[in-house]
Antibody, heavy 118, light 108 residues
Framework: QVQLVQSGAEVKKPGASVRVSCKASGYSFSEYNIIWVRQAPGRGLEWMGWITTYNGNTNHAQNFQDRVTMTRDTSTTTAYMDLRGLTSDDTAMYYC???????????WGQGTLVTVSS | SYVLTQPPSVSVAPGETARITCGGNSIGSKSVHWYQQKPGQAPVLVVYDDSDRPSGIPERFSGSNFGNTATLTISRVEAGDEADYYCQVWDSSGDPWVFGGGTRLTVL
C-alpha cells in the first residue's frame, strides 16, 4: 500500500534551518510528484511547492521562493524539504503528499511538527 | 492569484445532509478536490475531480461543480464526519495549487 512516512518533530531557533524528509513506499516513486503543504496552528492548508521526482524539477510558492529547497533521492525513494531563515511564523505542521493523476493530493504523510522558538 | 472561498462553519444534525460550498471564479471549468481533516490527523482525500470518490470513501460523500460554486455533499451525516473540510484546485496563474480556507463541520 502507498505510504509516505515523514521525519520526526523538530525544534529550531529563529534564523536556523530545518530539513523534513518524506520516505515513499508502495508505488513507483519516480512516476508521481511530491507536494509539500504546511499548516500553522489553527490555520488552513498552505501549498509550499512540488518536486517532479522523475527529474528533480521544482516549483515553489511565491511566499517561499528564497527560503525553500526541495530535493529527492530516487535511490532511497525519499523527498526532502529544506527551509531556511526560520521565524516564529514558520511554526507549523509540514506535510508531504503524493500528486495524483488530476493534480490532487491522493496520499499524505503523517506530518512533521516544526516549532521555532528562542 | 486564484482564490477559493469557503464558509467557516457548517452545522448539521445527525442523519441530515451537509452541504459545504467552495466559491471561485468560473470554478466549474476546473477540477475540484476535497479533503477531510480530523483533529490531530493529516488530511484525507474524500472527493477528487469534482465528483469521484477514492476507494474506501463512503458513497455518502459526493461532489458537484458548476458555474462559480463547487459543493461537497455529505448525506446521512454521522458523528464521525465532524472535521474540517478543504477544497483545492490547480490553477495556471500564480501559485498553481490553491486551497480554500476550510470549513468546520459540526454535527449537532
Amino acid at each position: 500500500q502507498v505510504q509516505l512516512v515523514q521525519s520526526g518533530a523538530e525544534v529550531k531557533k529563529p534564523g536556523a534551518s530545518v530539513r523534513v524528509s518524506c520516505k515513499a513506499s508502495g508505488y513507483s516513486f519516480s512516476e508521481y510528484n511530491i507536494i509539500w503543504v504546511r499548516q500553522a496552528p489553527g490555520r488552513g492548508l498552505e501549498w509550499m511547492g512540488w518536486i517532479t521526482t522523475y527529474n528533480g524539477n521544482t516549483n515553489h510558492a511565491q511566499n517561499f521562493q528564497d527560503r525553500v529547497t526541495m530535493t529527492r533521492d530516487t535511490s532511497t525513494t525519499t523527498a526532502y524539504m529544506d527551509l531556511r531563515g526560520l521565524t516564529s511564523d514558520d511554526t507549523a505542521m509540514y506535510y508531504c503528499a503524493r500528486e495524483g493523476v488530476v493534480r490532487e493530493c491522493d496520499y499524505w504523510g503523517q506530518g512533521t511538527l516544526v516549532t521555532v522558538s528562542s | 492569484s486564484y482564490v477559493l472561498t469557503q464558509p467557516p462553519s457548517v452545522s448539521v444534525a445527525p442523519g441530515e445532509t451537509a452541504r459545504i460550498t467552495c466559491g471561485g471564479n468560473s470554478i466549474g471549468s476546473k477540477s475540484v478536490h476535497w479533503y477531510q481533516q480530523k483533529p490531530g490527523q493529516a488530511p484525507v482525500l474524500v472527493v477528487y475531480d469534482d465528483s469521484d470518490r477514492p476507494s474506501g470513501i463512503p458513497e455518502r460523500f459526493s461532489g458537484s461543480n458548476f458555474g462559480n460554486t463547487a459543493t461537497l455533499t455529505i448525506s446521512r451525516v454521522e458523528a464521525g464526519d465532524e472535521a474540517d473540510y478543504y477544497c483545492q484546485v490547480w490553477d495556471s496563474s500564480g501559485d498553481p495549487w490553491v486551497f480554500g480556507g476550510g470549513t468546520r463541520l459540526t454535527v449537532l
